[in-house]
């Protein structure tokens, strides 16, 4: 078997590319997991936080936000695959709805953990 070629490797992130630029354009709440993000960066730098907690900040934003883009990408799939109402379907949905909620419990206990002690 061949290896990838450099240009077949740099395509694969074209196509990673695409798909942000999609999921950043075409979804309402991604936009609000980075206006919360951008929040938080900004009392990062005003709290002056340590390195540990930009790590743990850091994480828990690439979580949340990774979490709405497989959300989405389920979503869309789902949709796909099953045009009309189906419950399973739903669940589905849901399930995938509710693990961006799980991470974005996660990602704000761990917020205040970080910034109750410098308020």
């Known amino acids: 078997m061949e290896p990838f070629s450099i240009k077949k490797r740099l395509k694969s992130f074209t196509y990673a590319g695409k798909g942000i630029k999609s999921f950043v354009c075409r979804e309402h709440n991604v936009w609000i997991h980075l206006s919360i993000a951008l929040l938080t960066i900004m009392a990062g730098f005003?709290?002056?936080?340590?390195?540990?907690?930009?790590?743990?900040?850091?994480?828990?934003?690439?979580?949340?936000?990774?979490?709405?883009?497989?959300?989405?990408?389920?979503?869309?799939?789902?949709?796909?695959?099953?045009p009309e109402w189906n419950p399973i379907a739903g669940e589905v949905k849901d399930i995938a709805a509710g693990a961006v909620l799980i991470c974005a419990v996660a990602a704000?206990?761990?917020?205040?953990?970080?910034?109750?002690?410098?308020?």
């Open 46 to 82: 005003f709290f002056e936080i340590h390195r540990i907690e930009w790590i743990a900040i850091i994480i828990c934003i690439g979580v949340v936000i990774a979490a709405e883009a497989f959300n989405t990408a389920i979503e869309r799939l789902v949709n796909l695959t099953s």
């Open 108 to 119: 704000a206990i761990v917020g205040l953990v970080i910034f109750i002690p410098y308020i």
